[in-house]
C-alpha cells in the first residue's frame, strides 16, 4: 500500500493515471485510517507459524483481512461529480470485467449502521460490489489529493475459513461462489480489458526501477 501512496504522489507530479493489482505475503490485516477500535485479540493471532500483521491503510473503511484476496489500485483525477459517482465511475471496470467472466456485480446497500462493524466484509455499502446472492465481492476505499484519487479494495476470492473465523468470528464467514478454475492471472487479464475499455485507455505495463523502489521504502 505503500506503493500506492508512492502512484498517488507521483501522479499529483504529473504521472499518467495507473491500475494495479497485488497480493499479500504474509497475510495481514489493514485498518482503515481512522479506525481506532479493534480487538485487542487481534494484536496476538498466528497463522501459519506467523504473527499477523496489523496495518494501517491510507484509506477509510473498516477492517481487510488480506488472505486469499486479490487487492486491485487504480490512481487518476479529474472525475466530475459527487463521491459515490466517483466511486461509480471507477468501478464500472469491476462491474464489466466480472461480467466478462459471467459474475453480475451490483453495489450493496448498507445504511450508517456499517461503522459499528469492525468487518469490512460483514456489510455491503453503496461503494461496494456484491453478487447477485448479495455476497460481498469487493471493497473499496478511496483517498482523495485535490483533483487526484487513490481507490484501491480487496476482491475476496479463496478467503481461508478458520483463519477468518479467527479474525471476525465464525458467523462472520460466508462463501462466496464463484466460477470454477478461474485464475488469478484469468481475473486480472479480464479487468485490464475492462479498464482499457471503459476508460478508453491504453495500459502500459511498467515494473517499479531500482530508484522508485529506494524512494517507496525511504517512507
Not at 22 to 43: C, D, K, N
Not at 133 to 146: P, T
Not at 191 to 197: E, G, H, N, R
Request: aromatic content about 10%; glycine content about 8%.
Amino acid at each position: 500500500m505503500a506503493i500506492d501512496c508512492w502512484l498517488l504522489e507521483q501522479h499529483i507530479l504529473g504521472h499518467p493515471s495507473s491500475l494495479r493489482f497485488y497480493t499479500w505475503s504474509p497475510p495481514a490485516i489493514s485498518l482503515g485510517y481512522h479506525q481506532r477500535q479493534y480487538p485487542e485479540s487481534w494484536q496476538d493471532i498466528v497463522w501459519q507459524g506467523e504473527k499477523l500483521k496489523l496495518v494501517r491503510r491510507p484509506t477509510g473503511g473498516r477492517a481487510v483481512l488480506h488472505q486469499g484476496d486479490l487487492t486491485y489500485a487504480v490512481v487518476t483525477s479529474r472525475l466530475a461529480g459527487s463521491r459515490i459517482q466517483m466511486y461509480e465511475k471507477i468501478c464500472e471496470f469491476l462491474i464489466q470485467g466480472w461480467r466478462s467472466l459471467n459474475v453480475e456485480l451490483h453495489y450493496g446497500t448498507a445504511g450508517r449502521g456499517y461503522i459499528h462493524n469492525p468487518n469490512c466484509f460483514g456489510t455491503a455499502t453503496s461503494a461496494d460490489l456484491v453478487t447477485v446472492d448479495n455476497c460481498k465481492l469487493i471493497g473499496s476505499a478511496q483517498l482523495r489529493r485535490g483533483n487526484a484519487i487513490l481507490q484501491h479494495g480487496s476482491i475476496r476470492l479463496q478467503p481461508n475459513a478458520e483463519l477468518f473465523a479467527a479474525v471476525f468470528g465464525a458467523e462472520s464467514f460466508t462463501s462466496v461462489q464463484l466460477p470454477q478454475n478461474l485464475t488469478r492471472e484469468t481475473i486480472i487479464a479480464a479487468l485490464v480489458a475492462a479498464a482499457s475499455d471503459c476508460f478508453n485507455i491504453q495500459l502500459v505495463l511498467q515494473p517499479l526501477s531500482k530508484d522508485e523502489w529506494k524512494q517507496i521504502l525511504s517512507k
